[in-house]
């Protein structure tokens, strides 16, 4: 074996300041620093500063200066150190950089009390695992490497660290994930509510759905009389992307700084309206929210979900249909019509007005609701183009076509029609002639451009209304991200216990994102930061030492947050400690 030592320069030495006595008993001063040799804890001497009482007669106080000096670093940066490391030149090719990148996150879980719920729900129960351990590899890997339990386990190794987490412990771990959800999701809303600052009286709600690689929607569970006794999770229904897969529903709720507050699961054959009013009445008794205001778009905007919301005491910022002959209320077509009370910019390219109206929610109620609409010239010009493409479209289809297209769609493509002779009582298939409603083209036609929000906060102003509402496209981010960046679907787990601690798994990763993205001011794409956490990467060189990496981005990120890393060879010692403390310890007020 061929082994060559190289040599190092490293100019940051972590030390401190001791006296020794020699033979003759008088005392001197040196600087030293510490490091573990195999199992072994050793001392080596980098400075002598001479006899004590030669210091101390020249400057009284002199030894507690140098100590300070050394606790402060000031004396390290003047030491200059070369260490031998031996490198074997036939050894073969192998990847032994690991991702330390992960440590940054983990002060942000220390914050959150992540371990410290985990530790209480799991209270006079005895493990032979670390659930937190497998709570943050599975959250650390959804960011760093997405993918499925299999996969987060097998490359445990990338990550720095002591890991060493096996298959069965991770899946008995993943029960007590489903357990600890709702303590989990409590503790991390009133940590986030104590440092960044959360109100979580306006919330932003919508619905996705996730789809699963199997083809079998779940079974009901029926008890003995044959009555639902627990509903399946995978179920086929509307699904986002277009998915012949079983799928299952998820509300979100988001805060004001883009961070979400709380998720739920539902059936993949819920719609979405029905998701809202369970979900809601769930977070205001889990967080303790007296009143709250929801902010969503016009799917959850039905007479059912308002009276609930009014009947609770709570108050909603919907948008609100207006187009068409059917469905959308007269009172407000008829207000958007009327040429008085618009207000327009000095471009005349957008224009509002408001007005308050009485809604009636049926069963005798009638509630006071502010109405805002406001008009867009970019807006008028997009909806005319894709309304005469399709008008374009709809003339280039021949009847039969056309017939296909509105009436034979799922169950429908089973059914046929005929035309009867009374007298011979011969079938003919009947080929109906289906035109293009032009009065209804252009009644819509008067609504181009024009959008409406509906609320019960008769005080809030147009342009808190305009800005409250224009929010909520963060809660769409944050599905994108979801399904890009971290990959929560396809799912692959299929116990249920199992589907939450999933989802859960996958929502604490989404809430660190979003919090390092409120810390650097909302002006980093989550797509960066996490392209920068993987670039954090370290080798071991040998003799306690490490050789740390990172991009660009990532030393913007530590210079931004103020967290001091800056050395290229740190101690082993030192990387163990990156990280800590620069948000459990910072004053976020």
Not at 55 to 70: C, D, K, S
Not at 177 to 194: G, S, Y
Not at 204 to 210: E, I, P, S
Not at 443 to 467: C, H, P, R, W, Y
Request: glycine letters at 6%.
């Amino acid at each position: 074996m061929l082994v060559v030592y190289g040599c190092l320069w490293y100019n940051y030495i972590m030390a401190y300041i001791i006296k020794r006595k020699n033979r003759e008993g008088k005392e001197y001063v040196y600087l030293v620093e510490g490091y573990r040799d195999k199992d072994k804890v050793r001392q080596r001497t980098l400075k002598s500063y001479g006899q004590l009482e030669v210091l101390e007669r020249n400057e009284p106080g002199a030894f507690e200066r140098l100590r300070r000096q050394a606790k402060e670093g000031l004396l390290s940066e003047k030491i200059e150190k070369v260490i031998n490391i031996p490198f074997q030149l036939d050894s073969p090719i192998s990847n032994s950089l690991k991702n330390y990148g992960w440590m940054f996150l983990d002060d942000l879980l220390r914050l959150l009390k992540v371990e410290e719920t985990l530790r209480v729900g799991c209270q006079g129960r005895r493990f032979k695992f670390d659930p937190t351990k497998i709570l943050k590899l599975l959250v650390y890997q959804r960011i760093l490497d997405p993918g499925s339990k299999t996969k987060a386990r097998m490359n445990q190794d990338e990550l720095f660290g002591d890991w060493k987490i096996s298959s069965n412990d991770m899946d008995r771990a993943l029960d007590v994930f489903a357990m600890c959800k709702d303590e989990l999701l409590l503790t991390m809303h009133q940590q986030i509510t104590q440092t960044i600052g959360r109100t979580a009286t306006l919330v932003y709600y919508d619905v996705t759905n996730y789809y699963y690689e199997t083809d079998l929607d779940d079974p009901d569970v029926l008890d003995e009389d044959g009555e639902i006794q627990e509903v399946g999770m995978r179920k086929r229904g509307p699904s986002k992307e277009r998915r012949p897969n079983p799928i299952v529903q998820m509300g979100l709720f988001m805060d004001q700084n883009s961070i979400p507050i709380s998720y739920e699961l539902f059936p993949g054959n819920h719609t979405n309206p029905i998701t809202y009013l369970p979900s809601a009445e769930r977070v205001k008794k889990q967080f303790g929210i007296e009143r709250l205001v929801s902010v969503a778009d016009k799917a959850m905007n039905s007479k059912k979900n308002v009276l609930a919301i009014y009947e609770r005491g709570d108050g909603w910022l919907f948008s609100q249909k207006h187009r068409g002959k059917r469905g959308a209320p007269k009172d407000i077509q008829e207000f958007i019509l009327k040429p008085e009370g618009w207000e327009y910019n000095n471009r005349q390219t957008f224009a509002k007005k408001s007005t308050i109206r009485e809604r009636n929610l049926g069963n005798g109620v009638v509630v006071k609701e502010k109405v805002l609409v406001t008009w867009s010239e970019a807006y008028a010009k997009r909806e005319k183009i894709r309304r005469d493409g399709a008008l374009a479209y709809a003339a280039s289809l021949r009847d039969p076509e056309r017939y296909r297209m509105t009436c034979k769609k799922g169950g429908k493509k089973y059914l046929e029609q005929y035309v009867v002779d009374k007298q011979t009582g011969e079938r003919q298939v009947l080929h109906p002639f289906i035109g293009i409603d032009y009065e209804l083209v252009d009644f819509d036609a008067q609504f181009d451009g024009i959008n409406v929000l509906v609320t019960s906060e008769l005080k809030m102003s147009d342009e808190e209304m305009m800005a409250n509402y224009r929010q909520l496209y963060k809660i769409e981010e944050c599905f994108r991200i979801t399904k890009t960046e971290l990959k929560t679907r396809p799912v692959y787990v299929t116990e249920k216990n199992h589907i939450e601690a999933h989802f859960l798994t996958c929502f604490i990763a989404l809430v660190l994102l979003r919090i390092v993205q409120y810390l650097l001011d909302g002006e980093w794409s989550v797509s960066r930061i996490v392209d920068s956490l993987k670039s954090a990467l370290t080798d071991e060189l040998g003799q306690g030492y490490m050789k740390v990496y990172g991009n660009e981005d990532w030393l913007k990120i530590l210079e931004k947050l103020k967290i001091d890393w800056k050395q290229q060879i740190v101690k082993l010692e030192k990387l163990k400690q990156f990280g800590r403390g620069w948000c459990t310890t910072k004053d976020w007020r």
